[in-house]
């Protein structure tokens, strides 16, 4: 079965920036969309970024537009989450999936179950 494999999460203090990996070993990213998404304590998962296969078009929600910058690399079969500015808000287990489209309100395929164990972020002075 695949499973995603989320990577680059760590402590950083509030302004810094991460950049997160998303990969899949034995599954080809770049025929699929991807999105971001994260997970806050006691919240639901929420997407925040996705990007096209084809001509690799982008989609941000607004709290992290102009902040985060997702990109792909077919080559190494990976999708970023470069994320800068980063806030105390931010704090969360980011993960990636794929997605049917990329746009506003964008969603897992129903039925996703190839989820990874996710990056925890943790953004604290």
């Known amino acids: 079965q695949v499973q995603f494999v989320e990577s680059g999460g760590g402590l950083v203090q509030p302004g810094g920036s991460l950049r997160l990996s998303c990969a899949a070993p034995?599954?080809?990213?770049?025929?699929?969309?991807i999105g971001w998404f994260h997970q806050a304590p006691g919240k639901g998962r929420v997407g925040l970024s996705c990007i096209s296969s084809g001509d690799s078009s982008t989609y941000y929600v607004d709290s992290v537009k102009g902040r985060f910058t997702i990109s792909r690399d077919n080559a190494k079969n990976t999708v970023y989450l470069q994320m800068n500015s980063l806030r105390p808000e931010d704090t969360a287990v980011y993960y990636c999936?794929?997605?049917?489209?990329?746009?506003?309100?964008?969603?897992?395929?129903?039925?996703?179950?190839?989820w990874g164990k996710g990056t925890l972020v943790t953004v604290s002075s």
């Open positions: 034995g599954f080809t990213l770049d025929y699929y969309a």
């Open positions: 999936a794929t997605v049917p489209r990329c746009g506003g309100d964008f969603e897992p395929f129903a039925g996703f179950d190839s």
